[in-house]
């Protein structure tokens, strides 16, 4: 049955068809344990269609191919560089361009998938995978990444307080200001922010975290400097932030556009899992630029990532139309919408949204 908002007004209801008020009556009489029953036997059902796919899918399916993808992105990072040495200024632009692109790339869908261990089927090399993506390319630190993606956000999707994507609300700035200006603060803030963090981890893991970052950020300034020739400290540093830059506004705008704004839940009545996930988290439209940069996971396919985080871009795109069906055929929220939808959304609702804590959503007939 449809999530009622506690705060918001009903209809008067129209009096139900006999068949349907049976089945409501039915559903009332029926106890907790039996729908939590049900709903692990959905999830199962699930589980075990998808389970299927996995397992007739090739190394090149599950792992390969992005991987590979992300070693084009290296490929291109080079010629970036090489780019920025022009004095034509198309091929410069061109240059950032990619430069910002492949930045994101390796930066936003390399360490999600690191974070997931989605890269490789082994855990030791899936640590190596995140400290390196995590730490070097994203300067953050992979222990506090894994735990507040991992642990909070897909653990406690939508619960507030916990996992209800609230990393990035800034509420004493306006809706302009937070949805284009302060963006931009991202690159910048991001390694102190990281920096900060380090005195919850042993000093090893402090020390590692920032010689790691250290290495991310010299390594991008040295390239600069003697790959595309650039001539002073603050040009190549200029250089730096716009190119990670580039892309951070539909990067903060995706991360709330698929939680913020549907159903959010308190801590003592979580829904069991396949109703969290299915609820609280949306899919939007494939788009090349974003599926290249952030990944289907993360863009397309962001149901299917919440109810199996540990699977690659690929296997989420391959199983989508597996999970769309099974949960449409079950009755179950399929939730989709547009970039330019939920952008609307948020400038005509940012105080209820952003600013506000959203209402919790009173689950009726599935608790």
């Given at each position: 049955?449809a999530?009622?908002?506690?705060?918001?007004?009903?209809?008067?209801?129209e009096?139900?068809p006999?068949a349907?008020?049976?089945?409501a009556?039915?559903?009332?009489?029926?106890?907790?344990?039996?729908?939590?029953?049900?709903?692990?036997?959905?999830?199962?059902?699930?589980?075990?269609?998808?389970?299927e796919?996995?397992?007739s899918?090739?190394?090149?399916?599950?792992h390969?191919?992005?991987?590979t993808?992300?070693?084009?992105n290296?490929?291109?990072?080079?010629?970036?560089?090489?780019?920025?040495r022009?004095?034509?200024?198309?091929?410069?632009?061109?240059?950032v361009?990619?430069?910002?692109?492949?930045?994101?790339?390796i930066a936003v869908k390399?360490?999600?998938?690191?974070?997931?261990?989605a890269?490789?089927?082994?855990?030791?090399?899936?640590?190596?995978?995140a400290?390196f993506?995590i730490?070097?390319?994203?300067?953050?630190?992979?222990?506090?990444?894994t735990?507040?993606?991992?642990?909070?956000?897909?653990?406690y999707?939508?619960?507030?307080?916990?996992g209800?994507?609230s990393?990035?609300k800034?509420?004493?700035?306006?809706r302009?200001?937070?949805?284009?200006?302060?963006?931009?603060?991202?690159?910048?803030?991001?390694?102190?922010?990281?920096?900060?963090?380090?005195?919850?981890?042993e000093?090893?893991?402090?020390?590692?975290?920032?010689?790691?970052?250290?290495v991310?950020?010299?390594?991008?300034?040295?390239l600069?400097?003697?790959?595309?020739?650039?001539?002073?400290v603050w040009?190549?540093?200029s250089?730096?932030?716009?190119?990670?830059?580039?892309?951070?506004?539909?990067?903060i705008?995706?991360n709330?556009?698929?939680?913020?704004g549907?159903p959010m839940?308190?801590?003592?009545?979580?829904?069991?899992?396949?109703?969290m996930?299915t609820?609280?988290?949306?899919?939007?439209?494939?788009?090349?630029l974003?599926?290249?940069?952030?990944?289907?996971?993360i863009i397309?396919?962001?149901?299917e990532?919440?109810?199996?985080?540990t699977?690659?871009?690929?296997m989420?795109?391959?199983?989508?139309?597996?999970?769309s069906?099974y949960?449409?055929e079950k009755k179950?929220?399929?939730n989709?919408?547009?970039?330019?939808?939920r952008?609307?959304?948020?400038?005509?609702?940012?105080?209820?949204?952003?600013?506000?804590?959203?209402?919790?959503t009173e689950?009726?007939?599935i608790?």
């Open positions: 049955r999530p009622r908002e506690g705060r918001a007004r009903s209809k008067p209801a009096p139900a006999p349907e008020e049976a089945a009556e039915a559903e009332a009489e029926r106890s907790p344990p039996e729908r939590r029953r049900e709903a692990g036997s959905l999830m199962g059902e699930l589980s075990q269609a998808v389970q796919v996995v397992r899918s090739s190394w090149w399916e599950r390969g191919l992005d991987g993808l992300l070693g084009l290296w490929s291109f990072l080079f010629l970036g560089f090489l780019l920025l022009s004095d034509n200024p198309f091929a410069f632009l061109c240059g361009v990619i430069l910002g692109v492949v930045h994101h790339a390399g360490s999600h998938l690191a974070t997931h261990n890269l490789v089927e082994s855990k030791s090399w899936g640590k190596l995978w400290v993506f730490e070097v390319c994203s300067s953050f630190t992979a222990e506090q990444a735990y507040n993606h991992v642990k909070l956000h897909h653990a999707t939508n619960i507030i307080g916990l209800d994507s990393t990035w800034l509420p004493f700035l306006n302009y200001v937070y949805m284009f200006i302060a963006p931009l603060a991202v690159p910048i803030i991001t390694p102190f922010v990281a920096i900060g963090m380090l005195k919850e981890v000093w090893k893991t402090a020390t590692r975290t920032l010689c790691c970052i250290l991310g950020l010299y390594s991008h300034y040295w600069l400097i003697n790959i595309s020739g650039f001539q002073s040009s190549a540093f250089c730096m932030l716009v190119t990670r830059s580039l892309l951070v506004h539909p990067y705008h995706v709330i556009f698929q939680h913020i549907l839940f308190s801590t003592d009545k979580k829904p069991k899992r396949i109703h996930m609820l609280g988290v949306l899919n939007l439209p494939r788009n090349p974003l599926d290249w940069s952030f990944g289907h996971s397309s396919c962001h149901i990532h919440h109810l199996f985080p699977l690659s871009d690929n989420c795109l391959k199983i989508k139309p597996v999970v069906q949960l449409k179950l929220p399929y989709e919408d547009s970039y330019w939808s952008l609307k959304l948020f400038l005509g609702k940012y105080e209820e949204l952003m600013v506000h804590a959203p209402p919790i689950l009726v007939g608790q």
